[in-house]
């Protein structure tokens, strides 16, 4: 049976693997805290909180869905401003630790607004540096998609993309791209600055109608008794569960000996198959079109090398797509039926 507090109990191993004792009377900043990266961030923070007595602060753009409240019982100090705008800094305090995860990951949502999309990753890191105590530790949540464009097997962090600005997608690329620039300008000042490009997390945190493809198979069962795809589904990716993201994301910020690392999974699956995978456990008919329709700018292959996380830290073990998948449906059929959709 399916329990409210799944994300928590993802969680546990992480805290009990990590040392959190260098967060002791620190003040500590979450952007992007409804996000599935934010809820399980501060997930692993709420489990510590008594014990290391930190303050928690977190910022979002939206306010708390009824079906993600359980996960914001732990005390936090609430910001809601709009990251985009400059005078939202205004009065903010200085922070000893800062995770940037504001922004969007989903295509639908990061190609609604262009310019909002951008100043996400550039303006709004920018700001939230300088408010970076000197001997802080700073975090920037950017993305694989900086790979797009390459045809090698596997990528690894001294890569380069291949993306034109006029890229459809460009808006969210570019951006990720300026806000590691301006990450490693700070890095020069002497900042201990962390950059995660990670790949196709995957997890319970998501809201209704999140547009990402793992998801959108999942609410198609749910709604439609069917999931229809948009063409053949040839194309390759590689899912990494959100608990993997989060022991990979607070090792890299408290520990990390680098400054830019990979993040990402070991389950590789075609779209295709991931479609059918998902209508096995759900017992759903998957239909694939007679017209394909193109999806712009959208890579081939997601396909990521992460050798350096896994040497440095020895990591072995990865979330099973099939376990993963069982808990993202069973959280993903949860919130609807919350909401009685």
């Known amino acids: ?40 961030m501060l997930a692993c923070l709420a489990q510590v909180q008594s014990k290391y007595k930190f303050k928690i602060h977190i910022w979002n753009k939206s306010d708390i869905p009824p079906y993600l409240r359980n996960c914001f019982k732990f005390d936090y ?14 009065y903010l305090m200085n922070f000893d630790y800062i995770i940037h995860a504001a922004g969007y990951g989903q295509p639908a949502k990061f190609l609604d607004d262009k310019v909002k999309t951008i100043k996400l990753n550039t303006l709004s890191t920018i700001e939230l ?17 900086l790979y797009n464009g390459l045809e090698k097997e596997f990528v690894t962090e001294s890569d380069i993309g291949k993306t034109s600005p006029d890229n459809p997608r460009a808006c969210y690329i570019e951006g990720k791209r300026t806000g590691e620039a301006i990450c490693h300008i700070y890095r020069e000042k002497g900042y201990d600055v962390k950059i995660a490009r990670l790949s196709l997390g995957y997890g319970p945190g998501t809201k209704v109608g999140d547009g990402r493809v793992l998801n959108s198979f999942i609410e198609k ?51 295709a198959d991931l479609a059918k995978t998902i209508g096995n456990k759900m017992d759903k008919r998957v239909v694939f079109p007679e017209v394909e329709q193109s999806m712009k700018g959208a890579p081939g292959i997601v396909r990521i090398s992460i050798d350096k996380y896994v040497k440095e830290f020895n990591k072995k073990d990865f979330v099973s797509l099939d376990y993963g998948l069982d808990r993202t449906i069973a959280w993903i059929s949860y919130i609807h039926s919350y909401r009685g959709m």
Not at 77 to 90: G, R
Not at 253 to 265: I, M, S
């Open 1 to 40: 049976m399916f329990k409210v507090n799944i994300i928590e109990e993802d969680t546990i191993p992480i805290v009990s693997k990590i040392d959190f004792s260098q967060l002791e009377n620190k003040n500590i900043l979450i952007t992007g805290a409804t996000g599935i990266v934010g809820i399980y």
């Open 77 to 90: 100090v609430k910001i809601k401003f709009d990251l985009t705008k400059e005078a939202s800094f205004q």
């Open 129 to 145: 540096l300088k408010k970076l105590n000197p001997q802080g530790k700073f975090l920037f949540v950017s993305t694989s998609e």
């Open 221 to 271: 069962g749910i709604k439609n008794n069917e999931i229809n795809l948009m063409d053949s589904g040839q194309a390759m990716r590689t899912y990494c569960y959100m608990a993997d993201v989060a022991e990979m994301f607070w090792n890299i910020l408290l520990f990390g000996k680098e400054h830019t690392y990979n993040v990402g999974g070991k389950s590789e699956i075609t779209i």
